[in-house]
């Protein structure tokens, strides 16, 4: 649990930080962050194409496949938003 505490006060600080300093350093942390988002639906989306191919195969029952994916486009809908 602390160390899950110590990554989001991590996660903060650096979030600040890197809104404080000059106009250059602020920009560049905002397309960091934009390439993070993309990778991060780039990904999701990946894994929702094998959930799919998973399902087709019959190596994934539909319930459980269902539930997968439904959860992928709702952090695909976060990390889009």
Same mark, same amino acid.
């Given at each position: 649990?602390?160390?899950?505490?110590?990554?989001?006060?991590?996660?903060?600080?650096?979030?600040?930080?890197? =809104? $404080?300093?000059?106009?250059? +350093?602020?920009?560049?942390?905002? *397309? !960091?962050? @934009?390439?993070?988002?993309? %990778?991060?639906?780039?990904?999701?989306?990946?894994? =929702? $194409?094998?959930?799919?191919? +998973?399902?087709?195969?019959?190596? *994934? !029952?539909? @319930?459980?496949?269902?539930? %997968?994916?439904?959860?992928?486009?709702?952090?695909?809908?976060?990390?889009?938003?």
């Amino acid at each position: 649990m602390d160390a899950a505490a110590a990554r989001v006060i991590d996660s903060y600080r650096a979030r600040i930080e890197s =809104r $404080t300093g000059d106009d250059g +350093e602020v920009e560049l942390a905002r *397309l !960091g962050e @934009a390439f993070e988002r993309e %990778l991060r639906v780039a990904g999701l989306m990946a894994e =929702r $194409t094998e959930l799919f191919r +998973e399902l087709r195969n019959g190596n *994934l !029952g539909s @319930a459980t496949a269902h539930k %997968l994916i439904r959860e992928i486009d709702l952090l695909k809908a976060r990390h889009s938003g």
